[in-house]
Nanobody, 122 residues
Framework: QVQLVESGGGSVQAGGSLRLSCAASTRYTNCRTDMSWYRQAPGKDREFVSTIDSDGRMSYANSVKGRFTISQDNAKNTVYLQMNSLKPEDTAMYYC???????????????WGQGTQVTVSS
């Protein structure tokens, strides 16, 4: 079982920045592990924000491309989301997600954090 703990959320004005962190209690060695950020605004579905895979390849939702940067520190089992030029529409609960797949497993395992709130005021 893996625990994911997010931190770094808060309230900022539009144009400001925040850095989210997601610390994993452990990682699966010799397995592919994709770490992602999702967000969910009130009354809306959870949506993809960004991901970084085992090879360090990154992808972003169009809505955050050029403003958000995902990174990871494997020594600390931590993934980060640097959010710049924040907009009111970025207001949401942000969740960390881990998808792990090993060749000896029947199926991948996935885990979610509890979320950290980001509020951007205009």
């Amino acid at each position: 079982q893996v625990q994911l703990v997010e931190s770094g959320g808060g309230s900022v004005q539009a144009g400001g920045s925040l850095r989210l962190s997601c610390a994993a209690s452990t990682r699966y060695t010799n397995c592919r592990t994709d770490m992602s950020w999702y967000r969910q605004a009130p009354g809306k579905d959870r949506e993809f924000v960004s991901t970084i895979d085992s090879d360090g390849r990154m992808s972003y939702a169009n809505s955050v491309k050029g403003r958000f940067t995902i990174s990871q520190d494997n020594a600390k089992n931590t993934v980060y989301l640097q959010m710049n030029s924040l907009k009111p529409e970025d207001t949401a609960m942000y969740y960390c997600h881990m998808l792990a797949a090993c060749t000896t497993w029947v199926r991948p395992l996935e885990y979610w954090g509890q979320g950290t709130q980001v509020t951007v005021s205009s």
